[in-house]
């Protein structure tokens, strides 16, 4: 059984430009959240999917925008980069099951963003 | 005020000592409780899970979750040097989104 993978692990960009993060989700998983993790910091979440629609948010502004795809697999788009964007973007998924067992997320290794 | 705080450490300890870790929070709708091991570039890794109060064991980590007192504790017995990580708590109260709110981490050093 393969664990949540991420790609790429590492990605710079310039200011203004636009990015897209790449997520295979967990054997068996149909949920993805996306967080982002500022140097020393706790992650804090960006938004998540269930059956390709979006299914809650955190405070992020809209130019950060995501999709989930048929198989489970998610992207992270994020356009007009700012400095502030340099970060650890986590993709995690979450089992199906009962209301215990779809709480539990699963991370991935991360991208790191870092943005010039 | 953020929703969960959780002490930044670092926390030094010799190897073989128990580690003691804990977080608090203000949201009284959270009642699922996880703790993540996070080494550096790398990302969390689930240790433990709990639903609501009580205590939960699982080899050399115990869990703990006084929800009257809105206080989760995670200890580690016997620490190893390969402990020596960055440690999260998350909570989330189970709601559409299921979105973790997570504390700012400890960081622990166990020396050998």
């Known amino acids: 059984e393969t664990g949540v993978t991420q790609s790429p692990t590492h990605l710079i960009k310039t200011r203004g430009q636009q990015v897209t993060l790449r997520c295979s989700s967990q054997s068996g998983h149909n949920t993805v959240s996306w967080y982002q993790q500022a140097l020393g910091q706790g992650p804090q979440f960006i938004f998540q999917y269930y059956r390709e629609e979006e299914n809650g948010r955190g405070n992020f502004p809209p130019r950060f925008s995501g999709l989930q795809f048929p198989n489970y697999s998610s992207e992270l788009n994020v356009n007009a980069l700012e400095l502030d964007d340099s970060a650890l973007y986590l993709c995690a998924s979450s089992p199906r099951g009962g209301m215990v067992t779809k709480n539990i997320q699963y991370f991935g290794a991360g991208t790191r963003l870092s943005v010039l | 005020q953020k929703e969960v705080e959780q002490d930044p450490g670092p926390l030094s300890v010799p190897e073989g000592a128990i580690v003691s870790l804990n977080c608090t929070y203000s949201?009284?709708?959270?009642?699922?409780f996880m703790w993540y091991r996070q080494y550096s570039r790398k990302g969390p890794e689930l240790l433990m899970y709990?639903?609501?109060?009580g205590n939960k064991e699982d080899g050399r980590f115990t869990a703990q979750v006084d929800k009257s007192s809105k206080y989760i504790s995670l200890f580690i017995r016997d620490s190893q040097p390969s402990d020596s990580a960055t440690y999260l708590c998350a909570m989330s109260a189970g709601a559409a989104g299921n979105k973790l709110t997570f504390g700012g981490g400890t960081r622990v050093l166990v020396k050998p």
């Open positions: 949201n009284s709708a959270f009642q699922y």
């Open positions: 709990t639903y609501s109060s």
